[in-house]
């Protein structure tokens, strides 16, 4: 089992920066895809951005070029720099860590709250 502990949300105005964390305890795998996912209010849950255990990294288009997502393996955590911020961010942000065995297993945060006011 994996449990993950996010932390970095708050308020924001545009324009400005935040960055989350995300901090996996448990089990350790040695292929896995971190991410994370934001759901907005009446909106279903998107992709942000993830990163393989190689370092590949992939971005939502809404984000490209704003944000960095980033991982440290030693520490198990994973980390999503934001940069100028729209209020169309604004959203309940989750990590995610994806592991890819003979399934695949999911596991996610808590959610933490990212608004962004114009």
């Known amino acids: 089992q994996v449990q993950l502990v996010e932390s970095g949300g708050g308020l924001v105005q545009a324009g400005g920066s935040l960055r989350l ?3 996996a305890s448990g ?4 292929i896995t895809t971190m991410g994370w996912y ?3 209010p009446g909106k279903q849950r998107e992709l942000v951005a993830t990163i393989t255990s190689g370092g590949s990294t ?4 809404s984000v490209k ?3 960095t ?3 440290d393996n030693a520490k198990n955590m994973w980390f999503l720099q934001m940069n100028s911020l729209k209020p169309e961010d604004t959203a309940v942000y989750y990590c995610n860590y994806r592991v890819v065995l003979t399934s695949i297993y999911d596991y996610w945060g808590q959610g933490t709250q990212v608004t ?3």
């Open 21 to 23: 964390s995300c901090a």
């Open 27 to 30: 089990s350790r795998f040695s």
């Open 38 to 40: 934001r759901r907005a």
């Open 58 to 61: 992939n971005y939502a288009d």
């Open 65 to 67: 070029g704003r944000f």
């Open 69 to 71: 997502i980033s991982r």
């Open 116 to 118: 962004v006011s114009s």
